[in-house]
């Protein structure tokens, strides 16, 4: 399941790292919405959401599937500016069409909504799918999604009030804080880009994204995604955006008419990214949901064992140890070392270790 944005052609220089203001403060507002996805900004959200004026607080509520799981797609800028004001009055410039489709995606969920190029603005039939669809998500969104039809200025000018509230009531002091380090990891991937190429600079965004190089498909970068999409960036270049408060996710948006966008976790300092596809999660979960695997897994989790001593321990034949012994270290679950003639397997650890915290940030990505 992938995400593939076409780039063949694509100069490098339009593959362009920037901050910004906006894209972070949707981060900070699903950080606020799904603590569960972020433990480690519990206590922030805890303490934020203690202070925030009831009214406000009311506001939130209203609109947060805008930014609880999927992202409308006006709240990650493709050409980002130094402050959530000029952000905004970019959004301001965004018809009212392309507006009301973007937060219906998200309203009504995302990929729920197709209207065949028909809008919900003008055309009675789509108008009523996409109220349909909101009315089955839930009351809250029935009802934004109602307003939203009825009075697009109204909630235009509402949701950027709220944003803007949320730059006073919170996001401008963590802003201030995590400003400079946005900064700084846009600058090295830009330098990497200028000095290596796109693949290596992609490489160092996030092991969840992959650059396909120049061949009979084409460019091409690979995001590991939900869906299987496929959208070009050939003209239009790509932008990344990195974030803080956003990890672990990696969120892209990439709708029809729009630049493609992904906001890409910034790594903790002195950590390093070993972001894994959901490929490799699944060959890992395969390989020890066998009874034999795990048993040979226990038993090299406690010493060394060569094939043969394998066999003997569980009664197995050989080749059959090696057939184990093969599609686990195709999931890089064991360590091979040689003592002269024999071969000795043993457990890496530290993948059992953070195979639980693989899987859960490759299901949340």
């Known amino acids: 399941m992938t995400l593939r944005i076409d780039i063949t052609g694509m100069p490098p220089e339009r593959l362009?790292?920037?901050?910004?203001?906006?894209?972070?403060?949707?981060?900070?507002?699903?950080a606020l919405a799904g603590t569960a996805h972020h433990p480690r900004f519990a206590a922030w959200a805890l303490g934020v959401r203690g202070a925030l004026r009831p009214e406000l607080a009311e506001r939130l509520q209203e609109a947060e599937f805008l930014w609880r799981s999927s992202r409308a797609d006006f709240l990650l800028p493709a050409r980002?500016?130094?402050?959530?004001?000029?952000?905004?009055?970019?959004?301001?410039?965004?018809?009212?069409?392309?507006?009301?489709?973007?937060?219906?995606?998200?309203?009504?969920?995302?990929?729920?909504?197709?209207?065949?190029?028909?809008?919900?603005?003008t055309d009675p039939t789509a108008r009523e799918r996409a109220l349909d669809q909101a009315q089955a998500r839930g009351a809250v969104q029935e009802a934004f999604a109602e307003r939203l039809l009825s009075d697009?200025?109204?909630?235009?000018?509402?949701?950027?009030?709220?944003?803007?509230?949320?730059?006073?009531?919170?996001?401008?002091?963590?802003?201030?804080?995590?400003?400079?380090?946005?900064?700084a990891d846009a600058q090295v991937?830009?330098?990497?880009?200028?000095?290596?190429?796109?693949?290596p600079a992609l490489a160092a965004v996030s092991g969840a994204v992959t650059y396909s190089s120049p061949g009979e498909g084409g460019e091409s970068i690979v995001v590991d995604k939900l869906q299987d999409n496929a959208t070009s960036a050939r003209t239009a270049g790509v932008t990344l955006i990195p974030s803080v408060f956003g990890s672990p996710h990696l969120v892209a948006v990439h709708a029809p008419g729009w630049r493609p966008v992904m906001q890409y976790p910034v790594a903790e300092p002195g950590a390093l990214d070993h972001a894994l596809s959901m490929e490799i999660i699944e060959r890992r979960l395969q390989a020890l949901a066998h009874p034999v695997r795990l048993r040979l897994v226990r038993t090299l989790a406690r010493s060394p064992h060569t094939t043969g001593e394998l066999a003997g321990a569980w009664r197995l034949t050989a080749p059959e140890v090696s057939r184990h012994l093969a599609v686990m270290r195709k999931a890089g679950l064991l360590v091979a070392e040689r003592r002269g003639?024999?071969?000795?397997?043993?457990v890496d650890a530290s993948v059992l270790t953070t195979l639980g915290t693989d899987l859960l940030s490759a299901v949340l990505r």
């Open 16 to 30: 362009r790292f920037a901050v910004s203001p906006l894209a972070e403060l949707t981060a900070m507002l699903h």
């Open 80 to 121: 980002p500016k130094a402050s959530l004001k000029e952000e905004l009055d970019d959004v301001d410039r965004i018809d009212d069409a392309a507006y009301v489709l973007s937060a219906l995606v998200t309203t009504c969920g995302s990929n729920r909504v197709h209207f065949g190029g028909a809008s919900p603005l």
């Open 189 to 199: 991937k830009t330098d990497l880009r200028e000095r290596e190429g796109i693949g």
């Open 341 to 346: 003639r024999y071969v000795y397997y043993s």
């Open 152 to 183: 697009t200025t109204a909630v235009r000018r509402r949701v950027r009030e709220t944003l803007e509230e949320c730059g006073e009531a919170f996001f401008d002091a963590a802003w201030s804080d995590v400003v400079g380090r946005l900064a």
